[in-house]
């Protein structure tokens, strides 16, 4: 899973990141989540076992595939309890961020996106040293590997699942704008962006009372992320604050976006909304990106039954790429640390990784779990029997590392935010490159105040 959503106002001082709590909202969900962590230790029960609270966010599976009841088979002494189901990432990590600046460890276990983590591990002191589970890092690919530690190269946490880069369209608009509806047909025409820009044409031509994408953030995030990752891994900004929205990667990624907008191929739908799950249901527009995080957990029951089989999905123009994934942590505050540490491993071994892909689809960032027929042979029903996993395991090959910054989710946020504006008209296209800039800048800023 899973992805970054709106701008952080983050702050690093004197070592510590810190951030204001949300409110209610936010106190809320710390107060749901933060389990035994810090403060007194009420962490074992009156059975005598040790309850260990993992605190989760959107869909991790770990309920759906039965997780719970098969640790405490395996461990009796202890009681297991996941907690966050259905929150938001934005409003969990407000809660998260805030509990650890507190000395509260909020949860035993803890879950966060993969492009957070430059900045949450960047306090080493935050967390549990995981070192005794160093062999593990045979079960993932070095750039998750290397994802789950502190800059002073401490192991903190331990990869989950992981994005991989799809294409999900519909059908049935594609047939009524004259357009290919096989995946392998629909994946040649667009084999390149070129190519891709050729069908979006075609599709604004045809007259369909639909939009061709869905927006104009969630391509430049897949845009991004390939570009980025066929060069040089540099993105918006580095670890110094300094913007590289002259990068290759920064530069393509909203050029294309931009010009797919100049041609009325952008729709007018922001990601998470109700308008983009409306006209997700609705047929609103024909195509969206769907990294291995969306199409089943997001897309199937956002679109419905009804709707079973009018989805599809192909390869995404120029094939590599990822976008998403997440981790498991342990605070360092927390009562039980080592047991917490324990579970945390288990959760994320290559076994348990594909239950969870067998429940929700989650794809698993292990290659060995890739590999597993479970997981390697599976085919969407909804999609069409599309072979999602062969088609995300191929976006994956040979893709190298990202250079996620500290400063990349505040930046990241502007970004989208600019480029939502210029989709909607609110700012000219004259001045997008400007109010990029601009955007950025101020994110920057604020993110950095107090270092």
Not at 229 to 249: F, H, P, R
Not at 280 to 289: N, Q
Request: glycine letters at 12%; one cysteine or more.
């Amino acid at each position: 899973m899973h992805f970054l959503k709106g701008q952080y106002g983050l702050n690093r001082k004197n070592g510590r990141i810190a951030l204001a709590a949300f409110a209610a909202g936010a106190l809320a969900i710390t107060a749901a989540c933060s389990g035994d962590g810090g403060g007194d230790d009420d962490s074992t029960g009156e059975d005598g076992k040790t309850k260990l609270t993992v605190a989760t966010f959107n869909t991790f599976g770990y309920v759906q595939a039965g997780l719970e009841a098969k640790y405490e088979a395996e461990n009796p002494d202890i009681d297991v309890v996941f907690e966050g189901d259905g929150v938001q990432f934005g409003e969990y990590r407000t809660a998260l961020e805030t509990a650890l600046d507190a000395g509260d460890g909020f949860g035993d276990v803890v879950a966060m996106d993969e492009q957070a983590t430059p900045q949450l591990f960047q306090n080493g002191d935050h967390w549990y040293d995981l070192s005794e589970y160093a062999s593990r890092e045979g079960d993932y690919h070095p750039n998750t590997w290397n994802l789950g530690h502190t800059p002073d190269d401490k192991l903190v946490g331990l990869g989950t699942d992981i994005g991989g880069m799809a294409m999900c369209y519909r059908s049935d608009l594609f047939a009524a704008a004259g357009l290919p509806t096989d995946r392998e047909e629909v994946a040649a025409a667009w084999s390149d962006w070129e190519g891709f820009k050729t069908v979006a044409q075609q599709f604004v031509d045809s007259d369909v009372d639909a939009a061709f994408l869905d927006n104009g953030t969630q391509l430049q995030n897949m845009l991004l992320s390939q570009f980025a990752g066929q060069g040089d891994g540099q993105m918006y900004v580095d670890d110094e604050g300094n913007l590289t929205l002259d990068s290759a990667a920064a530069t393509q990624s909203l050029d294309l976006v931009f010009e797919l907008t100049e041609m009325g191929a952008v729709g007018n739908f922001p990601s998470w909304g109700e308008e983009w799950n409306a006209a997700m249901a609705a047929g609103g527009y024909a195509v969206m990106p769907c990294p291995g995080w969306m199409a089943r957990a997001i897309i199937e029951p956002t679109s419905g039954p009804d709707n079973a089989d009018k989805w599809d999905m192909a390869a995404v123009p120029g094939v590599a790429g990822n976008w998403g994934g997440s981790f498991l942590a342990v605070p360092a505050e927390g009562p039980n640390p080592e047991k917490a540490a324990a579970l945390a491993s288990w959760l994320t071994e290559p076994e348990q990784q594909i239950a969870v892909f067998e429940a929700v689809g989650n794809f698993p960032s292990s290659p060995a779990a890739q590999a597993d027929p479970r997981v390697a042979d599976y085919t969407s029903d909804y999609f069409n029997d599309a072979p999602s996993s062969q088609i995300l395991i191929a976006s994956l090959a040979s893709f190298p590392a990202l250079e996620y910054s500290y400063f990349h989710p505040p930046v990241q946020g502007a970004v989208e935010t600019t480029i939502n504006g210029i989709v909607d008209g609110s700012i000219p296209m004259a001045d997008a490159h400007s109010a990029i800039e601009s955007a950025a800048s101020d994110a920057v800023e604020l993110a950095g105040a107090g270092m």
